[in-house]
């Protein structure tokens, strides 16, 4: 079971995303302050840590740097891009402002906790007959290649990281402005119907769907 440290003073917020962890299968620990956070985090290393800035003593921007070996998700009401930036660049894994969608958490965290679990992990992923080989950052579809633009690429890995995972838009194109600025809200519509129609054409169907009003995934068989 994998383990969460939530470190935020709102009790309202944190009750009910502990329901939601909890429902989700998560074990869920929480701390109220950032000095109480300190204090847990020198006893137990959990898998993951969600902050929030606004905290009484030490807040989450003194925080955390003292975080190292663990993803955190920082939660905030801030939504100044110029602080976003400048807290990926200090350590945060992810960044989402409220108010917030449970179910684009949830999959943040997916997302976070696989590219953890995935770090020595091999080359290879592998969904129904798509095989991505991510050191020659090629793919192929019952073993024919398929030529895949950057872009297309970074899609595809993600999706298939995530699997049983419905990526909203929002996070696919945060992840993807780190390798590959050229795709942006109005163009990774395009993108993905480019990609869905390469592996359709290889393989002989959707490897991909839309969830209408969320984002995408891979569809199930």
Not at 39 to 62: F, T
Not at 124 to 137: E, K, N, P, V
Not at 169 to 191: F, G, I, Q
Request: one cysteine or more.
């Amino acid at each position: 079971m994998k383990h969460i440290l939530m470190i935020d003073d709102d009790i309202s917020i944190g009750d009910m995303l502990t329901e939601v962890l909890t429902r989700e299968g998560y074990r869920v620990t929480r701390a109220y302050s950032g000095t109480e956070a300190l204090l847990v985090l020198s006893a137990l290393k959990p898998d993951l840590v969600l902050l929030d800035l606004m905290l009484p003593g030490l807040n989450g921007e003194e925080i955390l740097p003292k975080i190292s070996g663990i993803p955190v998700i920082v939660i905030s009401a801030k939504a100044d891009m110029d602080n976003k930036v400048e807290l990926l660049l200090n350590g945060a894994s992810d960044y989402l402002t409220k108010p917030f969608d449970t179910r684009e958490l949830l999959a943040r965290i997916a997302v976070q906790l696989r590219n953890a679990a995935g770090t020595g992990a091999g080359s290879c992923l592998t969904f129904s007959d798509i095989t991505l080989d991510t050191q020659t950052r090629t793919a192929a579809v019952c073993g024919q290649p398929v030529r895949l633009t950057r872009t297309e690429y970074a899609i595809l890995k993600l999706l298939m990281q995530n699997p049983t995972q419905v990526l909203p838009k929002s996070l696919l194109l945060d992840r993807l402005s780190e390798d590959t600025p050229d795709c942006v809200e109005n163009s990774l519509k395009v993108h993905i119907s480019n990609l869905r129609r390469k592996l359709k054409d290889a393989g002989g169907k959707d490897y991909i769907e839309a969830v209408w009003g969320i984002g995408f995934k891979m569809r199930e068989e």
